[in-house]
Each structure stands twice: as C-alpha cells, then as structure tokens.
C-alpha cells in the first residue's frame, strides 16, 4: 500500500469515529431532552386536546426518530469493526464478509424503518398534525435502500472472492 493510500484509510478511520460519536450525542440528545421536546410539540400543535388517540402520535413518531437515530450510531460501529477487522493484503476473508453483510441488514432496516416513518408523517401532514421537525430523521430513506442493495452486491462479491481463494488454496 502506498502512503497516499495510508493516508486515506487513516482519514476515513477518523471521519467514520467522527461521525459515530456524533450519531451518539445525537441519539442521547433526543431521548433525554424528551420531556421538554413532547411538551413544546404538544403545547404548539395542541395535540391533547379532545381527541384521546392524539396524544399517541407524537410519542410514537418521536419513538421513530429515536430508533432511527440509534440504527444510524450502529450502522458506523458496524463500519468502525470492518474497518478494524479488514487486512488490506488479504481482504477475501469471512469475517469481513459476514460485516459486509451485517452492514447491508443494517442500512437496509434503516431505510425500510425511514420510509415508514416518512409515510406516517406524510399521512399525518394531510390530517393536519405538523411533524415538520421530525422529518429530517427520515428523509433520506430512498438513499438508504438503494445503499444497502449496492453494499449487498459488495457482500456478494466478497464472498464469491472468498469461495474462489478456498478454491485457489486446496489446487496448489
């Protein structure tokens, strides 16, 4: 490997810690500011007013949000172990295989889970209920899915190149 190559790999190491210890603070953020949060919604939107299954919405969407923000946190951890587990020299190994994997699952669920949400807010939006500030938790579901399916491929050839290693070890 060359320098340059070195340099990259070191970089992307730390923008992938960078952007996991971010995805942390912001998962903590919102599930101990809470409180305040729903009460804010509520007092804006007045969503407990006569209508008792109102109040439901935004803890549920909220909960979303959450759950999102967290799969996002163990997305970059899965990438920090790869990036761990990964040698250069001999990548075609099953470890890093099954990480790919686990990695496609994960965006996959993020995206499938985003797009939910995203019609839910949509379908509440054409009631009336504002979800406006949620919805940057799950706009990006499409980039996800499409994501997963491209890192899927990547497992796929990760694995056919790890068949065809087996294969090259027991001919000579």
Known sequence: MTKRDNLIL???????????IGLCIQAGVLLFNYPSISA????????TGPDNHNRWIFPSM???AVF?????????????????TLDISNPFQLPVAMQISKISKTTF???LIS??????????????????????????????ILMSAIIYIIALIFKR????QAENDLTI
């Open 10 to 20: 070191t970089g992307a190491k730390v923008i992938t810690w960078l952007i996991f």
């Open 40 to 47: 804010a919604f509520n007092q804006k939107t007045a969503v």
């Open 62 to 64: 909220f909960s979303l």
């Open 68 to 84: 999102i923000t967290f799969l996002k946190a163990y997305l970059f951890y899965l990438v920090i172990r790869l990036m761990q």
């Open 109 to 111: 669920s993020i995206g």
């Open 115 to 144: 797009y939910i949400a995203f019609q839910s807010a949509r379908n509440m939006d054409h009631h009336g209920l504002i979800t406006g500030s949620l919805n940057t938790f799950w706009g990006d579901s499409q980039a996800y």
């Open 161 to 164: 190149g790890i068949e065809m």
